[in-house]
């Protein structure tokens, strides 16, 4: 082995033991060797220790002799070489601790010297990056101002995407705000007139209350007026009973009734006009029920009604349905009955067939036999339409004469009925078609409802 790579060997060794000694890299810095030190440590120890001992000599009696008087002597001599010893011991001890000073003083330069490299190191880097920053702070000039045009346009854009959508959302609240104004207001004028329409609707209901009233205490004070004056009135004369249809007649009055009136289901359907009338009421009269067509209807209403006829015939046809109605004479059988016991009074078609002179006494009998708030429907060919004299009215052979509605309103005025109504009823147009050429005003007036119904209720 050469003496160059013996001494590079030597050199890695020797970095090796530092760097375990010291935790580090030798440092650049010159660092005393204290290997010189160590070896005379070394040496010196060894001559501390040899003190008090005898070299050793080859055998034979006279080197045991020597020997063993070199002992003697040796120990003879302790107390006079002790303190030597110990101060010796103390010297060494003294050597170590300066040795171990020197140690930790190496590795504080050691790291000293490593910090030193890395700031040196440091400022290499620095200046470095400083002769790069010199070299590039152009480009970096260039870029960065191009950066801040372009972050300035985005920032720009992005002010404007943001103005656009507040105008937008700014936009849409006062589209909202006009639309919800809107509802508002629409709740407010639908409210508005909800409310006026009950309030008319009250008002109303209160002047025809009022008007009913003062109906009625007119009623009362003519009644009055007419109890003084008349001093002894005249009894009322005996009304004699009517003969009815079949009794009278000798033919089949039923089967004339389907043929000339109409069938079942048709007088039904005109009757049902009638129904609300009744609805909500109890114990209510048909008078002349015929075929029972309007008991029918009330007993779909849930009305409890009953019906009377002179027709035994009809009477056992409404009672084969299970209609409640029984054979009786309408004077008679009214007469019969308590005072404001009736809800309501219904008579279809029978004003007609008595003497003028019973119909006064019927509408009495009638208005006593209901009670307050009664209602009586009476339904019976209309004089004012030419046409019924010409087609329906005649045919009936128990027909007397035709009721005009303004005689059958003032006989409920005269008793103590109220809030009158005159329903015109089957227009001559529909029987007739050949009418619909006629102008509407003179239709209207001459050919009218074929009947009529006059509505009056109990004050």
């Known amino acids: 082995m050469e003496a160059d790579e013996l001494t590079a060997l030597l050199q890695e060794v020797r970095d090796r033991v530092w760097a375990q000694q010291t935790g580090g890299a030798p440092s650049a810095l010159a660092l005393p060797d204290l290997m010189p ?10 001559k501390v220790a040899s ?20 002992k003697a002597m040796a120990r003879a001599l302790d ?6 010893v110990e101060f010796n011991r103390n010297v060494m001890a003294c050597v170590q601790a300066s040795l171990e000073a020197l140690e930790e003083t190496r590795r504080a330069l050691a790291a000293l010297g490593q910090i030193q490299a890395e700031v040196q190191e440091f400022r290499n880097s620095c200046a470095q990056e400083q002769r790069d920053i010199r070299a590039h702070w ?28 507040m105008q937008h959302r ?10 919800h104004l809107q509802l508002l207001h629409s709740d407010f004028t639908g409210a508005l007139e909800r409310n006026s329409r009950e309030i008319q609707a009250r008002l ?42 079949a ?18 289901e048709y007088v039904r359907e005109g009757q049902r006009f009638y129904v609300p009338y009744f609805a909500g009421r109890e114990d209510v009269l048909d008078i002349g029920c015929g075929r029972g067509e309007f008991l029918e209807l009330m007993r779909e209403a849930g009305v409890p009604a009953r019906g009377i006829d002179l027709s035994q015939e009809s009477v056992d046809l409404c009672r084969h349905k299970g209609l409640a109605a029984e054979a009786a004479d309408l004077f008679a059988y009214l007469a019969e009955l308590p005072e404001n016991s009736l809800g309501g009074i219904f008579s279809a078609q029978v004003v007609e067939h008595l003497p003028p002179a019973h119909l006064p006494e019927m509408v009495r009998l009638a208005a006593s036999r209901l009670a307050r708030g009664g209602v009586l429907v009476l339904e019976t060919p209309n004089p004012e339409c030419l046409a019924i004299f010409a087609t329906h009215f005649y045919l009936d052979p128990t027909h007397t004469r035709p009721v005009p509605h303004a005689l059958l309103a003032f006989y409920m005025e005269e008793y103590g009925l109220g809030l009158i109504e005159v329903h015109r009823r089957s227009p001559a147009a529909e029987a007739n078609p050949a009418l619909a050429a006629l102008p509407d005003g003179f239709r209207e007036s001459f050919f009218g ?8 209720r109990k004050l």
């Open 449 to 456: 409802g074929l009947d009529y119904a006059i509505v009056g």
């Open 204 to 245: 109303w209901s209160d002047m025809e209350r009022i008007r009913l009233d003062y109906e009625r205490l007119i009623h009362a004070e003519l009644r009055v007026i007419r109890q003084r004056a008349a001093v002894n009135p005249p009894p009322f004369p005996a009304m004699p009973v009517p003969p009815g249809p």
């Open 247 to 264: 009794a009278s007649l000798s033919f089949d009055y039923g089967r004339f009734a389907e043929r000339f009136r109409g069938s079942a």
């Open 37 to 46: 030190l160590v070896h005379a440590r070394d040496a010196a120890e060894a």
């Open 170 to 179: 700014a936009g849409i609240a006062e589209s909202s705000l006009q639309t």
């Open 79 to 84: 107390w006079h070489v002790r303190e030597q």
């Open 138 to 165: 152009i480009d970096w000039r260039a870029e960065w101002e191009h950066k801040l045009v372009l972050n300035e346009h985005k920032l720009l854009r992005g002010l404007a995407d943001l103005n656009a959508a």
């Open 51 to 70: 003190i008090g001992t005898v070299n050793p000599r080859r055998g034979g009696p006279l080197n045991w002799l020597v020997q063993r008087t070199k």
